[in-house]
């Protein structure tokens, strides 16, 4: 009796995709117009920007066992954790980015606050009308694009596109995050 050839299975495995590889596919399939993009470098970091300095200058109670550090914790401390660890959940290597973009902001913000007590606007005002622009900016962006995506989608992708936009930058220099 002759032996008979089995058949040689394949062993190419199939790595699983990650949550944040299936957003960041969300995303690029919902930006694909090069006047959105651009558009898009522009205003989500206006939007993020205006949140962040717009939660921060949100009156935080005086916390007495604080002591002198009270000053150092406001509203959006919590925003940020929140943020980081949601952030960190889809990729940890990224959300460190995050976190540095959100100390460079923070800095922004203090220097806003100097900018205040030597007379300037108020830090409410001046992160208001960043965060507006920022959204508003973001909206008429996404209206050049031929498949227009849901409400839902648009905010989905808007909380998601400051990740992407380190995704983007690790993805050019062949960096694994």
Not at 19 to 45: C, G, M, R, S, W
Not at 57 to 77: D, Q
Not at 151 to 166: E, G, R, S, V
Request: proline share 5%; aromatic share 20%.
């Amino acid at each position: 009796m002759a032996k008979q050839k089995q058949p040689v299975k394949s062993q190419a495995t199939v790595t699983p995709q990650r949550e944040v590889d299936k957003l960041f596919a969300q995303y690029e399939a919902a930006n694909t117009h090069p006047v959105n993009k651009i558009f898009q470098y522009i205003f989500v970091p206006l939007f993020s920007f205006g949140l962040f300095a717009l939660v921060w200058s949100l009156p935080f109670p005086h916390i007495n066992f604080l002591g002198k550090y009270n000053g150092y914790i406001n509203w959006a401390s919590f925003l940020l954790a929140i943020v980081i660890y949601l952030y960190y959940r889809l990729s940890p290597v990224l959300s460190y980015f995050i976190l540095f973009t959100l100390f460079g902001f923070s800095y922004l913000i203090i220097k806003l606050e100097q900018l205040q007590k030597a007379g300037g606007p108020a830090l409410w005002q001046v992160s208001l009308i960043v965060f507006i622009v920022g959204l508003l900016g973001y909206f008429a962006a996404t209206m050049s694009e031929e498949n227009k995506a849901s409400l839902t989608q648009k905010l989905k992708n808007l909380f998601i596109a400051p990740l992407y936009f380190w995704h983007l930058l690790w993805r050019k220099v062949s960096v694994k995050y």
